[in-house]
């Protein structure tokens, strides 16, 4: 019985010994906790092992990880992603406190003069070039031209999302952004345009994540109107931003209108019923001709 005992204690040792654990915390410049990062457990020739999000408070986990040389990976979007190797790796580590830096600060005031993208295992770097900047009227515009794939822009009403159906969350320099932030990006400001498909938890159901890096001007401001009118109809979509800068401060609006007018408005309607004996009724309709106004606005202030 006491080798049986034995016996166990050393196989549940040996057990403890071969799977242990990874854990850390992750925070960014300002040392604010990361919520929803991307941490994967790699191989040294990037074969993937196992992964998990950060938690609420940045925290991570990785569990009953067996000895060997490991590469670890984390990402998210707006942030400069952080590779830690972990060659050797044998006992339960804590690697601390991770700091991931902001991805607006990579390339500062670098003027990218050609098209170019970067492919990267987690995400597509797009720079727009100078034709794709000239022919574009605002930043929703821009994916247009841009290309990007299974990506479906509306040019009408300004949506954006994929063609299967999910959706696709704005970003402006990491930050959440509504498509009225977005419509009211100058071209010229955008450095570069960050593509993500399945993004994770952090941004729920959204099948994509696109992310504007852009400049960020002191003191200044811009103004910008886009619109569409027809010549020999009342239909009409009108749009106006504005944004004003100041030190760290930035103050945006956006205002938009539809106008759909109809001179004349009328309908012929014509049925036909057929019951179980074999009779039939026909009924017709007819509408005198009017007409119809329909105006729809909105509008949008952040600070």
Known sequence: ????????????ACISLMAQNISGKLVDEAQQPLPYA????QTVDSAFVTGTTTGEKGEFKLQKIVAGDYRLAISSIGYQSLYLSLQ???????VGTLTLADASQELGEVTVTASSRVSRADQKLIFPSKKQISASNN????LRHLMLPRLRVNSMDGSVGMTDGSSVQLCINGRKATKEEVTALLPEEVIRVEFQEDPGLR???AGAVINYIVRRYEVGGSFGYNGMQSLKSGFGNHNLTGKVNFKQSEISFYYGNRLQYFNEIWFDKNETFTFEDGSQYHRSQYAEANKKKNLQQWGAVTY
């Open 1 to 12: 019985m006491k080798r049986i005992i034995l016996s166990m204690l050393c196989l549940t």
């Open 38 to 41: 991307n941490v994967v457990l």
């Open 88 to 94: 050797g790796f044998e006992h339960t580590a804590d």
């Open 139 to 142: 930043g929703v515009d821009m």
């Open 203 to 205: 941004y729920g159901d």
